[in-house]
């Protein structure tokens, strides 16, 4: 990981406008972040990338005052998880993990805890979703185990805990954990939470029930689950990113439950959101699921007719 050198007063020339350019990075995050969540994440990712970039080249040529340097620091760890999670959502794993890993340098270096505690935490989710529970469970434990960890971020630690037990099949520990995090998610809300936390909610522990009790291969209890995180989503943002993620979430777990009407119903559903939403990771995981269709010798006739007219 590059390191950023540590700078004293700006060179005369290299950078004159210090407060303006934290505020144009700042000014990014918002319009990054709406089409992310009505549109995906894989077209914006690569202006991401840039903003981030453009910030830590001038922090690599100490371009910014000493006076300035923890803010702009601060604001650069910001672009750089933001960026991470825009490649996320595009399917760039590896350059994802090293934007997460950058931001949390950078936000140490700043001495912003609560940046450093969402890029852990933004780590500890690329581990469940890419099947390295022990990971996960490493960086839960490291942030539970600080001292004075907000209420919210604990939440969302034991959310990573829970899924990344299931992700080992340990079924009692990881419904315990899931419902540690459900019973605090009303009491949890507390004037120290960090500002990014705001999407911690009942949709976002829906869903996570319902993925974890797909991973443990309990489609039964996944499928109510996972049809609440959708209707959740698409009450905040219809026909967004997450409705689609869900909904082909429910749509794998259909199929697990050879429960074909519904399969032929939620595939007609997600139809007009492929023409607008371009999250790799949702469609990776379609591509995925219309293969396992696909193989199945039980699988009807019309579904597998949809199935071809999706792939």
Same mark, same amino acid.
């Given at each position: 990981?590059?390191?950023?050198?540590?700078?004293?007063?700006?060179?005369?020339?290299?950078?004159?406008?210090v407060?303006?350019?934290?505020?144009?990075?700042?000014?990014?995050?918002?319009?990054?972040?709406?089409?992310?969540?009505?549109?995906?994440?894989?077209?914006?990712?690569?202006?991401?990338?840039?903003?981030?970039?453009?910030?830590?080249?001038?922090?690599?040529?100490?371009?910014?005052?000493?006076?300035?340097?923890?803010?702009?620091?601060?604001?650069?760890?910001?672009?750089?998880?933001?960026?991470?999670?825009?490649?996320?959502?595009?399917?760039?794993?590896?350059?994802?993990?090293?934007?997460?890993?950058?931001?949390?340098?950078?936000?140490?270096?700043?001495?912003?805890r609560?940046?450093?505690?969402?890029?852990l935490?933004?780590?500890?989710?690329?581990?469940?979703d890419?099947?390295?529970?022990?990971?996960a469970?490493?960086i839960?434990?490291?942030?539970?185990?600080?001292?004075?960890?907000?209420?919210r971020?604990a939440?969302?630690?034991r959310?990573?805990? =829970?899924? !990344? $037990?299931?992700?080992? +099949?340990?079924?009692?520990? #990881?419904?315990?954990?899931l419902? @540690? *995090? %459900?019973?605090?998610?009303?009491?949890?809300?507390?004037?120290?939470?960090?500002?990014?936390?705001?999407?911690?909610?009942?949709?976002?522990i829906?869903?996570?029930? =319902?993925? !974890? $009790?797909?991973?443990? +291969?309990?489609v039964?209890? #996944?499928?109510?689950?996972?049809? @609440? *995180? %959708?209707?959740?989503?698409?009450?905040?943002?219809?026909?967004?990113?997450?409705?689609?993620?869900?909904?082909?979430?429910?749509?794998?777990?259909?199929?697990?439950?050879?429960?074909?009407?519904?399969?032929?119903?939620?595939?007609?559903?997600?139809?007009?959101?492929?023409?607008?939403?371009?999250?790799?990771?949702?469609?990776?995981?379609?591509?995925?699921?219309?293969?396992?269709?696909?193989?199945?010798?039980?699988?009807?006739?019309?579904?597998?007719?949809?199935?071809?007219?999706?792939?």
């Amino acid at each position: 990981m590059r390191r950023v050198r540590h700078a004293g007063a700006a060179r005369p020339g290299v950078l004159t406008d210090v407060d303006g350019d934290l505020a144009r990075m700042r000014a990014a995050v918002a319009p990054l972040l709406e089409h992310d969540n009505r549109f995906g994440g894989t077209a914006v990712a690569p202006a991401a990338v840039r903003l981030w970039r453009a910030g830590q080249r001038t922090l690599d040529r100490d371009g910014v005052p000493e006076r300035g340097r923890a803010g702009y620091l601060s604001a650069v760890a910001e672009l750089a998880e933001i960026a991470g999670w825009l490649l996320f959502d595009a399917g760039r794993r590896d350059a994802a993990r090293t934007a997460f890993l950058e931001s949390r340098q950078l936000a140490r270096q700043a001495g912003d805890r609560p940046m450093e505690w969402f890029a852990l935490d933004m780590l500890a989710m690329q581990d469940v979703d890419e099947s390295r529970p022990d990971g996960a469970l490493r960086i839960a434990d490291e942030l539970l185990t600080r001292p004075g960890i907000p209420p919210r971020v604990a939440l969302i630690a034991r959310v990573r805990r =829970g899924r !990344a $037990l299931a992700r080992r +099949g340990e079924r009692r520990r #990881a419904l315990d954990e899931l419902a @540690r *995090a %459900r019973g605090a998610l009303e009491d949890s809300v507390s004037p120290r939470d960090p500002a990014w936390a705001w999407w911690v909610n009942d949709g976002e522990i829906t869903g996570h029930e =319902g993925e !974890a $009790l797909l991973s443990l +291969g309990d489609v039964t209890g #996944a499928i109510p689950k996972l049809r @609440r *995180a %959708r209707e959740l989503a698409s009450g905040d943002v219809p026909g967004g990113r997450f409705p689609l993620y869900y909904g082909v979430a429910l749509l794998s777990a259909y199929a697990s439950a050879h429960a074909w009407r519904e399969c032929e119903a939620t595939l007609l559903s997600i139809g007009p959101q492929l023409e607008t939403v371009t999250s790799e990771r949702a469609r990776r995981r379609l591509r995925a699921t219309l293969r396992d269709i696909s193989r199945r010798p039980d699988a009807p006739a019309w579904v597998s007719d949809h199935v071809r007219a999706e792939r």
